[in-house]
T-cell receptor, first 121, second 109 residues
Framework: EAGVTQFPSHSVIEKGQTVTLRCDPISGHDNLYWYRRVMGKEIKFLLHFVKESKQDESGMPNNRFLAERTGGTYSTLKVQPAELEDSGVYFC???????????????????FGPGTRLTVT | TQLLEQSPQFLSIQEGENLTVYCNSSSVFSSLQWYRQEPGEGPVLLVTVVTGGEVKKLKRLTFQFGDARKDSSLHITAAQPGDTGLYLCAGVGTYKYIFGTGTRLKVLA
């Protein structure tokens, strides 16, 4: 079974340019997540798709970031225009449904892609 | 805002030594996971703990979830060079995971 794939693996662009990152989740995974790690910081949640719908986009930094998941399969994350502080590693992850436990607890098993390293100069 | 602090940030030990990595928060998490990440790859899930006080073992790795579900620890017994990597804890917040800052472990042969 193929894992989560991301393209490109690296991207170097100039400030003001546009970049589009792509994520292909594991087949059959309705949940797709985007995360970002900027240098020296922790991995931070950006947004969560359930199929083609945005379930939670509370982590998106600003309106220069646009995520789409047309047809509920692959997803793209576009940064336009890119700024220096957008540099970092962008991870995509996918999962099946949540596992529910007693007392309203839950977890889900995320499978991460290798990430796209974005450098804005 | 839910935060997860990991300690230590860096750890360099000799092969055969034991070590413990801590993951602490002032918030209660529904569940907590530990990941390991290699250079150029995404994090790979090691374990999920759900119940307060839960202990799980994965070969030489022992994971514990705090009684109040606010903290967790990862203990490695007799570390091997193959254990070298970045270890991350992540707690489920409001239907999304909050990641810790990570512990970079280097085991010297």
């Amino acid at each position: 079974e193929a894992g989560v794939t991301q393209f490109p693996s690296h991207s170097v662009i100039e400030k003001g340019q546009t970049v589009t990152l792509r994520c292909d989740p594991i087949s059959g995974h309705d949940n797709l997540y985007w995360y970002r790690r900027v240098m020296g910081k922790e991995i931070k949640f950006l947004l969560h798709f359930v199929k083609e719908s945005k379930q939670d986009e509370s982590g998106m930094p600003n309106n220069r970031f646009l995520a789409e998941r047309t047809g509920g399969t692959y997803s793209t994350l576009k940064v336009q225009p890119a700024e220096l502080e957008d540099s970092g590693v962008y991870f995509c992850a996918s999962s099946q449904d949540f596992t529910a436990y007693p007392y309203e607890q839950y977890s889900y098993e995320q499978y991460f892609g290798p990430g796209t390293r974005l450098t804005v100069t | 805002t839910q935060l997860l602090e990991q300690s230590p940030q860096f750890l360099s030990i000799q092969e055969g030594e034991n070590l413990t990595v801590y993951c602490n928060s002032s918030s209660v998490f529904s569940s907590l996971q530990w990941y390991r990440q290699e250079p150029g790859e995404g994090p790979v899930l090691l374990v999920t703990v759900v119940t307060g006080g839960e202990v799980k073992k994965l070969k030489r790795l022992t994971f514990q979830f705090g009684d109040a579900r606010k903290d967790s620890s990862l203990h490695i017994t007799a570390a091997q060079p193959g254990d070298t990597g970045l270890y991350l804890c992540a707690g489920v917040g409001t239907y999304k995971y909050i990641f810790g800052t990570g512990t970079r472990l280097k085991v010297l042969a």
